[in-house]
C-alpha cells in the first residue's frame, strides 16, 4: 500500500507519495483538475494499490471524483480535528511512559525521599537521581548547584563583584528543577511549601523579578534535595534555612 497526500489549491496542488514504512517516495505539483489528478493516480497506482488523503475544502468534491474515478481511495479529513487527535495520542503515550516510570523507580529508595520536597514529583525525584548519581562527588550543595547551571557567575573588577547570569551546567536538570520551582511558586497548596514559597516571594517582588525567583526557588530545591541524598534524610520545613547556608536544610 501506498499513501498519497494532496495538498488541494484552487490552480494547482502539491503532492507527497509515501510507502508502507512512511518514508517519502516522491513529491510533485499538479493542476487542480480532473484530468490531471487522474492521471496521476493512476500513474502512481500502478507500482502498488494507493490511498489518497485530502483536507476538507472548496475543491474536495473536485479532487474526490478525480481520484475515485481512476480507482483509488480517497479520504477526507478535518485538519484541526486529526491535530487534535495527533495531540491526545501523544498524551496518551506520554501517561504511559510515566506511569511506566513510576513502577521501574517505586523501590528506589532514594527517589521516595526526594518526593518529599513540594513540587517534586516522580519524574522531577527520578531526573534529579539519575544526574546525580553518587552525590558524594559533590562537595557541597553549593557546587551541586553549580553543575546544575543555578549558580549566579561572578564578574569582578578590581575590588568589586557584580553577580551576572547562572552559570552554565546541566540544561536537562536545570530546566527541570525549574519547572519543579514553577509549580512550588504557583499551584502548590500543601502546608510544608509556605517556607519554600516565602523564599520565593522575597525575591519576586516585581514582574521583571519572576525568573530570577523561580531559578532561585529551583536553586534552593536542589540544595535541600542535596542534604536529602546524602544524609538519608526526607524534607522538613521546620529545618529550612536561609538561602546561601551550607547547613544542612532537611532531616
Not at 553543575?147 to 536538570?173: E, F, H, N, W
Not at 509556605?194 to 519572576?210: D, Y
Request: hydrophobic share 40%.
Amino acid at each position: 500500500m501506498q499513501y498519497l497526500g494532496i495538498d488541494v489549491h484552487s490552480q494547482a496542488s502539491v503532492w507527497c507519495l509515501l510507502d508502507e514504512a512512511g518514508e517519502v517516495r516522491a513529491r510533485g505539483k499538479v493542476e487542480t483538475s480532473v484530468p490531471a489528478l487522474g492521471e496521476l493516480v493512476v500513474e502512481l497506482s500502478k507500482e502498488d494499490a494507493l490511498r489518497v488523503g485530502q483536507e476538507v475544502g472548496t475543491m474536495a468534491y473536485l479532487v474526490h471524483d478525480a481520484v475515485a474515478g481512476a480507482g483509488s481511495e480517497i479520504l477526507s479529513f478535518n485538519a484541526h480535528q486529526l491535530r487534535m487527535i495527533a495531540s491526545s495520542r501523544k498524551k496518551t503515550e506520554l501517561r504511559q511512559a510515566e506511569a511506566e516510570l513510576r513502577e521501574r523507580v517505586r523501590g528506589i529508595e532514594a527517589i521516595g525521599r526526594l518526593q518529599t520536597l513540594p513540587g517534586v514529583g516522580p519524574l522531577t525525584a527520578t531526573t534529579i537521581y539519575a544526574w546525580v548519581g553518587d552525590v558524594r562527588r559533590f562537595p557541597n550543595a553549593k557546587a551541586l548547584a553549580a553543575y546544575a547551571g543555578l549558580v549566579p557567575s561572578v564578574r569582578q573588577s578590581g575590588d568589586a563583584q557584580r553577580l551576572g547570569s547562572i552559570t552554565t551546567g546541566s540544561k536537562a536538570l536545570r530546566s527541570t528543577l525549574v519547572q519543579a520551582a514553577n509549580v512550588l511558586l504557583h499551584r502548590c497548596r500543601r502546608t510544608e511549601a509556605r517556607p519554600l514559597q516565602a523564599i520565593g516571594a522575597r525575591v519576586h517582588t516585581s514582574r521583571g523579578r519572576r525568573k530570577i525567583a523561580t531559578v532561585a526557588l529551583a536553586r534552593h530545591l536542589l540544595r535541600i534535595a542535596y542534604y536529602v541524598l546524602r544524609d538519608g534524610s526526607v524534607y522538613d520545613p521546620k529545618r529550612l534555612r536561609l538561602e546561601g547556608s551550607d547547613a544542612p536544610h532537611a532531616a
